[in-house]
């Protein structure tokens, strides 16, 4: 088995694309009104409107803006420089500034516009960074 990816159901697909190019400076593939993809070396980020809930089952399956247990995580070369990049961008929306966690990563929090928590992240320890060496 491999873990491909994560997909976030929401009601505004254009505007989740545009914030998460924004936020990873990375271009996502918009295949269709209804959904879209960022795709990384590690995983692929889905993006996929509420309309596709009836390929699963129906509106019962997921709901858009709901989530409060999944945490987003993206690995940055330099969180520091990123929050100071994106401070205007997700003033509104801050968790937490940087801070070193006891894992030996360095953390910045902050929320999509649909609430969903995102983490970016630089492994700082020695023991961090030779765990996610891949």
Known sequence: MNFVSTR???ADVR???GFYEEVTGS???LYTEDFAELITE?????IGSTRTLQLF???HVAQPAANRTAIIEFRV?????DCRRLADRIAGSLVQAPTTMPWGNRSLLFRDPDGNLV????PVTAEAIRKLER
């Open 8 to 10: 976030i159901i929401t």
């Open 27 to 29: 271009k996502l593939t």
């Open 57 to 59: 089952g129906g509106d």
């Open 77 to 81: 070369a330099d969180v520091d420089a």
């Open 119 to 122: 983490n970016f992240f630089t």
């Open 42 to 46: 590690a995983g692929t980020l889905a």
């Open 15 to 17: 505007r989740l694309v």
